[in-house]
Every structure is written in structure tokens, then in C-alpha cells.
């Protein structure tokens, strides 16, 4: 699985012009899934989101978790976050899982994420999403596990 974060005061998505998500301080979270993950990994990456220290402390230095703060987390699936882009000048997918092993993946992901206790957000699994946010910083990291 990989994970694209990115620290924001604010982010939405809509689909067909609907806002069917929407969080102010947070972490926006694109989500990928690739071919032989499974709930042990979906569970670790949960783990490191909600613990990754990147939001200030009293003294202005990334010591603070999204737990920590208690801040918002808006969900959006996003393949493309896995393609192989080493060769060539187009993006191959191949190593994405398929549709119904990402969808059921990536909704084990938000429940788990739903019982942080934290605002949980979502777009939609395979729609044509807008996103719209204010990255603060600055602040986005890519991870993995």
C-alpha cells in the first residue's frame, strides 16, 4: 500500500459537482493499493498516518501526530498512486490490485481508520473526483509499507 499525506487546514471532494467529503485541520490521505497487500499491511500503514509526527508542537517543530491533535483524516482511493513510472513516458498500472481486491481493501482501511475515534472523511472508490485543498506548509510525504 502507499499513502500520499498532506498536511491541510482544509480539503473536500466532490462527485458531479457534490461535496461528499470534507475536513478542516488534517491530514488528506490518497491511497493506494497494489497487488499482495492485505489487512496486516493495511493496518500498519493506518498506524503509521494517525502516529506520523508532522504537525508543530509549542515550539514550532514536527512533534505532533494526527492523534495527537485530534485532527481530521479525508480518505480519497487514488491508483495512480501506484504506477510504474521507471520507463517510458506513459504510466503502467500493472501493479495495481484489481478493482474489487483495492475496493474491499480500501474500505477495511476506512473502518479501521473510523474507530480512531477521529472525523473520518471519504471520497467514493472509482469515481471521478474533484479535490480541493490548502496544503499547509507546504507539508506532504509519500509513504509506504
Same mark, same amino acid.
Given at each position: 500500500m502507499k499513502a500520499l499525506i498532506q498536511r491541510v487546514t482544509?480539503? =473536500?471532494?466532490?462527485?458531479?459537482g457534490e461535496i461528499v467529503g470534507e475536513?478542516? @485541520?488534517?491530514? #488528506?490521505?490518497?491511497l493506494g493499493v497494489e497487488k499482495g497487500d492485505d489487512k496486516q499491511k493495511a493496518d500498519k500503514l493506518l498506524e503509521k498516518i494517525l502516529k506520523y509526527r508532522v504537525f508543530a508542537d509549542q515550539n514550532d517543530r514536527m512533534n505532533? =501526530?494526527?492523534?495527537?491533535?485530534?485532527?481530521?483524516?479525508?480518505?480519497?482511493? @487514488?491508483?495512480? #498512486?501506484?504506477?510504474?513510472?521507471?520507463?517510458?513516458?506513459?504510466p503502467s498500472f500493472s501493479s495495481a490490485a484489481l478493482p474489487d481486491e483495492s475496493e474491499a481493501l480500501y474500505q477495511y482501511f476506512v473502518e479501521k481508520a473510523r474507530q480512531s475515534?477521529?472525523?473520518?472523511?471519504?471520497g467514493r472508490f472509482g469515481a471521478d473526483m474533484a479535490v480541493t485543498l490548502v496544503n499547509d506548509g507546504p507539508v506532504t510525504f509519500n509513504l509506504s509499507v
Open positions: 482544509s480539503a =473536500s471532494v466532490k462527485i458531479e475536513i478542516t @485541520q488534517g491530514l #488528506l490521505l490518497f505532533l =501526530s494526527l492523534s495527537d491533535i485530534q485532527g481530521d483524516l479525508l480518505i480519497v482511493s @487514488q491508483f495512480t #498512486l501506484v504506477a510504474e513510472t521507471q520507463k517510458g513516458l506513459r475515534r477521529l472525523i473520518i472523511e471519504t
